[in-house]
Structures are given as C-alpha cells and as structure tokens.
C-alpha cells in the first residue's frame, strides 16, 4: 500500500483537462507527507467555492488524491486534481494559451483594489497558491499579486476569500451534479440524505 | 527542547482575558502534532480577520503557541491565545456571562440565512471550529449552527467567510498597534518596512 508516493515529475493525472476550464488553481511547493492536510484544505475549499480543478505542482500524491477524488465520488460535481507537472510548463501553457495568472500572497495589491480589474477581463484565470516560499518568477508572471490582507494569514482563506469575491458569493447556490450524499442544513444536528440509495 | 508537549488539561495561558472580548474562537478537536499546521491557519485567519482571540480546547500545543505569538510580536496587534481549558468548561463559563455560542458546521444553516440574526445580537460571540467529528453536545450548545455551504471544506476556510460577513469586510482595513513589520502592498515583488529599525 502507498500512502504517499515519492516526488515524480513526470507524472500527469487527468490531462483531459485543458484551458476550456475558466477558473483553476496550481498549487505550489506542497511537500509529502507535511502539506496533505493544508492541501486537501486548498482543494476542497476550490471546489465547493466554484473552481473547475487543481495541479498540484511538481509533485504526485496519491493520499491527496485519494482524498479528494473520494470527495468528488461521494458529494458530487466535476471538479478535478492534475499532478506532478514542473510549475513552469503550467504557467507557460496557461499563458500560451491566453490565460491569465492571479497569484494569491500577503505582499500583493489589497483584493478590493484588484478585483475590479479581475473580473473585467473575460480571460480563464490560473489562481496560484503557495506553501511558504514562492519564486519571484512567480510575482513577475502573475498579472495581479493580490493579497487578501497584508498579513500572514493562510493559502486556504485567501483561496476562500478571493473565490467569493470573484464569482460574487456564488459557493451559496452552487448544486454538484450525481452526488451520492446531500446534507439537508440544520438547525441542531446532522442530515443527510443517501441520493444513491433513494434512486435504487 | 520541546517542540510540542503533551496534552494537559490543567494549564490555561493567558488567563487574564475573559469575556471582556467580543469575538473570540474555541478550537475543539485539535491533537498533537497532526494539526499544527491547520490550527495555525486557524489563528492566523482568526487574527488578520479581526477576532480578540482563540481558545485552544483541552490541550497545550507550546509549538503552536510560539508560531502565533511570534507572528503578533512581528505584525502586532492584540490577538491572544489560551490553551488547556477542557471546552465544556469554556462554552458554560462563555453562556454564564451572557454570551452566546456560534459553531461552524457543514450540517448548519447557510450562513447567509443565519447571519442576520447573529449580527443583530449585540452580545460576546464564540465562535466554535472543530476539526473532524464535533461532539453533539456542542450542536445542542449553539444557538447557531452555521454552514459556509453544506460541502465538506476547511475550517479555516468558513472561518474566514463567517469573519468576513460577520465584521464586513473589516479585515480590509485593519491596522495593528505595535507592529514591527509592515508589508506595503506591491504590483510586482516584496516590500516590507521595518518599523522597530525607523524607530530607533
């Protein structure tokens, strides 16, 4: 049993996907096993807030993918998780292909400021994300560093934070298409409705 | 060197503060060494967003304890930490004095739906965010059980919605006394001010 493979390059998970996506995260700089649990963070956070997928950079793990594909299986929806591919050949492709980057850190533009700007452009946005240390090529690739407060606070509230403002709340009303399981909000206590089990 | 302690029950730090603070998090379920890094992003979030302080329940992680303080020392502000209060303890003490007790949960109303009435009550809120299963007791304690969407996400991501909507947006405009770090808001690159060097 592999609870966590080794760092493979060349390694590419679900490569189906390409720039027809509108809005997707590359997560930088995420070590194995350290950042499972902050990465899983990042991805479910991207998905349930609307985002179409996330690379994983650089690196394959396959307890984060477990993970998140399980998520996926059980509560519905498309999103996806891509991993392994060097970071450079993402941004590389991403431009090439006319899409834009909005790296998230605490040094960028206040999210108000640029906000305007993001969601005027009708271009697909690549939404980088890193643990610790992230490389100046990244900051001059990126067309907005945004920082969702000028202060240390973590990639999964940023991600959250910049989400909700740029697709306008919309992780309100969102619905996952073949969800096994809904949760039926509640007052006090837990609901849940087994969907596979009613369509049987 | 301690790089974590044990779990004790007997230790409180900090003790000083009480519900003189308006908004303040009750962490539950936090183990040792597993959740260092999310319960950090926790406080973090928690800080740069505006809340008083954070109650870690039942345990004393002095790891986690020396990563926040020394943020607060650098970036300033008044944002404490207490550790060690078994939480049943926290919520009757919290209810006691006539404030009232917030759990984000995936099986909780919408936040939209519920933060109306929250925002209309004037009095203390704690503000509860578990990791992985949050004993029932605590579903029955709140008087809101909040979803920031009924998808599995992150704590630290609802955490960041419910301040958000809770403050408006107030973590924008933030200022920290006694900083001695200032990141300036940049396009391109890093820019930070020294303040305790100016100083001198």
Request: with cysteine; proline share 4%; hydrophobic share 40%.
């Amino acid at each position: 049993m592999r609870t966590f493979s080794a760092s493979r390059a060349d390694v590419t998970i679900g490569r189906e996907h390409t720039l027809t996506e509108q809005t997707v995260i590359l997560r930088l700089g995420h070590r194995i096993p350290r950042d499972l649990r902050v990465t899983t963070h990042v991805c479910l956070t991207a998905r349930a807030f609307g985002a179409d997928g996330l690379i994983l950079a650089d690196v394959v793990d396959t307890a984060l993918e477990k993970t998140i594909l399980d998520v996926c299986e059980r509560f519905g929806g498309n999103f996806w998780i891509r991993m392994g591919e060097p970071w450079r050949h993402v941004v590389k492709e991403w431009k090439s292909k006319g899409g834009e980057i909005v790296h998230l850190t605490a040094y960028g533009i206040p999210l108000p400021e640029a906000m305007g700007t993001i969601r005027a452009s009708p271009n697909p946005k690549l939404v980088v994300v890193g643990a610790e240390k992230v490389p100046g090529e990244v900051f001059e690739a990126a067309i907005w560093n945004v920082a969702v407060t000028n202060q240390p606070i973590s990639e999964v509230s940023a991600l959250a934070l910049f989400l909700d403002r740029y697709f306008e709340g919309k992780q309100f009303s969102l619905e996952f298409e073949n969800a096994k399981l809904r949760i039926i909000p509640s007052a006090h206590g837990k609901k849940v409705v087994n969907l596979s089990e009613r369509d049987n």
